[in-house]
């Protein structure tokens, strides 16, 4: 089993910054990638930004060129950089890993992000 744990949503201004923290626990064998979901209200979830345990990294035109994913093997720990944010970046984002085989998906709870003047 996996866990992740979330942390550093909140309420930030139009043009600000926020840095998400996802830590992973457990039986971690065969991680294929880490990222970041986020799901708006009425929307589906999507991807924002992911990677894999060698660094490449992949995100979202919505995010490129203001998100930076990083990720520290030692500490089992993927951080979102997200700047010059924009109201329509308001979602709950969703922490996410992929194990390589058996192919599984595991997801945190979510910590929401709140993009408002």
């Known amino acids: 089993q996996v866990q992740l744990v979330e942390s550093g949503g909140g309420l930030v201004q139009p043009g600000g910054s926020l840095r998400l923290s996802c830590a992973a626990s457990g039986r971690l064998f065969n991680i294929r990638s880490m990222g970041w979901y986020r799901q708006a209200p009425g929307k589906e979830r999507e991807l924002v930004a992911s990677?894999?345990?060698?660094?490449?990294?992949n995100y979202a035109d919505s995010g490129k060129g203001r998100f930076t994913i990083s990720r520290d093997n030692a500490k089992n720990t993927v951080y979102l950089q997200m700047n010059s944010l924009k109201p329509e970046d308001t979602a709950v984002y969703y922490c996410?890993?992929?194990?390589?085989?058996?192919?599984?998906?595991?997801w945190g709870q979510g910590t929401q992000v709140t993009v408002s003047s």
């Open positions: 990677i894999t345990t060698g660094g490449d990294g």
């Open positions: 996410n890993l992929k194990v390589l085989f058996p192919p599984l998906n595991y």
